[in-house]
């Protein structure tokens, strides 16, 4: 059986905001993928951006560098 980790799930108001941050996160070889937004969170879109929540707190200086736009983070124990 799989463990649940702690994740960093950052949401969207819109898909063109999540296409945009799964685009330069690959570019920019930061980790991540998109998924359907958890029951559990509100969200303006469908999508929601998931990465290890110690991915996060290192990486987000370098996403807001990058520009990147989301509607807020939140931290959640995600399978």
């Known amino acids: 059986m799989r463990e649940k ?3 960093a799930v950052l949401t969207f108001r819109t898909t063109t905001e ?3 941050m ?3 996160c690959g570019e920019q070889g930061i ?3 998109l998924i359907p ?3 559990e969170i509100a969200a303006g879109c469908g999508l ?3 990465m290890e929540a110690e991915d996060y707190a290192r990486l987000r200086p370098e996403l ?3 520009g990147l736009r989301f509607q807020r983070a939140a931290e959640m124990m995600l399978y």
Do not use: I, N, T
């Open 18 to 20: 999540a296409m945009a």
């Open 64 to 66: 807001e560098r990058l």
């Open 37 to 39: 937004v958890p029951k």
């Open 31 to 33: 980790p991540g993928r």
């Open 5 to 7: 980790k702690r994740c």
């Open 48 to 50: 929601a951006w998931r």
């Open 22 to 24: 799964e685009r330069r």
